[in-house]
């Protein structure tokens, strides 16, 4: 029976909680978080087994412990963790951007027992409230372990990330950092400056948002994701995506200005306009880039599961243009895409789908 101490409580950390209670029944589920709702709704739903109002030596006792606060909380929780730490424990975090947790790790000692963690799910959604079990299934989950630490600690959080249900994938942290920015973190960058552009190149009748309206928002939805956070991923990874823009168009300059000069309040308000603005078109198909009808579902990681959604569908007659498996869902909710050859056959599946107990997520 193995103990697994949860440092923060929110959608990522919760949803891995609930996905440890129901592959590893057994498991001892300890959890803080500086929410006292959130905890009394961890032990109302039998979540947690034990929770504690600070972070003491209760987690002595644990053979894994998740850092999952946010980014820029993990460095100190950790180093108030260190004192009660077994040596046996493995450590490690669900952050975006890994050389920092690793650097803080290195100056503590800890590197023969950390893992970095990244599981690629997320949700518009936050807070254990909104957490689920299914959203690691399929996931992409990426490892990122110090060249130090034992190969069988390795090996068991591979183990037990595929127990979990997600994809378990290696990188040194140096890789991680620099695959992500090139994959989330920079078409992020992008989407953010293109809305803005258009938004201050446009006329006092908004012409370009009307034409632009159905195309621009498919590519450019990531925007309406939190301005915080998108601050915070841009602090603590600004080397790789300083790298990356510098490969990019001169309209990014600015953008790189602000990350040199780690300028907070512009980083915000960039994320934050762009958010407001891509919030606010219609919901419209016109534009110069064709729209994509699409909705994506949660399902089971089970046997026939697919092979169920697409003969309900067929049964309803509703063609499907593509289907298949979202490994990476940072940006997307449900774990099946559904692609359709109109907008009228989404909303069709959908209440079809729906009727049948599914959960659906269609984009805005």
Request: hydrophobic content about 40%.
């Amino acid at each position: 029976m193995k103990t697994f101490g949860f440092i923060g409580l929110g959608l990522i950390g919760g949803s891995i909680a609930r996905a440890v209670r129901e592959t590893v029944p057994e498991a001892v589920i300890l959890a803080y978080d500086s929410n006292d709702e959130t905890l009394a709704l961890a032990r109302k739903e039998q979540i947690a087994d034990r929770t504690v109002p600070s972070i003491d030596e209760s987690f002595s006792q644990c053979d894994y412990i998740f850092l999952c606060a946010p980014v820029q909380k993990n460095d100190e929780n950790l180093r108030i963790l260190r004192p009660f730490l077994s040596p046996g424990c493995l450590l490690t975090d669900v952050g975006s951007v890994k050389t920092d947790i690793h650097r803080t790790v290195a100056s503590l000692g800890l590197e023969d027992q950390f893992i970095g963690g990244h599981p690629m799910a997320g949700s518009e959604r936050v807070g254990f409230v909104n957490s689920k079990s299914v959203l690691l299934q399929n996931a992409y989950y990426i490892l990122t372990p110090t060249k130090t630490v034992p190969a069988e600690k390795l090996e068991d959080y591979r183990d037990l990330v595929t127990r979990l249900g997600a994809i378990p994938l290696v990188l040194s942290c140096e890789q991680h950092d620099y695959v992500t920015a090139a994959v989330s973190h920079l078409p992020h960058v992008i989407s953010a400056s293109l809305v803005n552009l258009v938004r201050d190149s446009d006329n006092a009748e908004g012409l370009m948002k009307m034409i632009a309206a159905g195309g621009f928002k498919d590519i450019t939805r990531i925007s309406s994701s939190s301005a915080a956070m998108w601050q915070q991923i841009c602090l603590t990874n600004t080397e790789n995506i300083e790298t990356l823009l510098d490969s990019y168009i001169h309209s990014l300059q600015q953008f790189r200005t602000y990350l040199e000069n780690r300028d907070g309040n512009a980083l915000y308000e960039t994320f934050d306009g762009a958010r407001i603005y891509r919030d606010s078109f219609i919901n419209a198909s016109s534009g110069p880039i064709k729209k994509s009808f699409a909705l994506t579902v949660d399902i089971a990681d089970e046997p026939g599961a697919i092979a169920a959604i697409a003969t309900i569908l067929a049964l309803n007659q509703v063609s499907i243009k593509n289907i298949g498996i979202t490994h990476n869902r940072e940006y997307e909710g449900g774990v099946l895409r559904i692609e359709f050859y109109e907008e009228e056959s989404v909303e069709k599946a959908q209440g079809i789908l729906t009727g049948k107990g599914y959960t659906i997520y269609t984009r805005k």
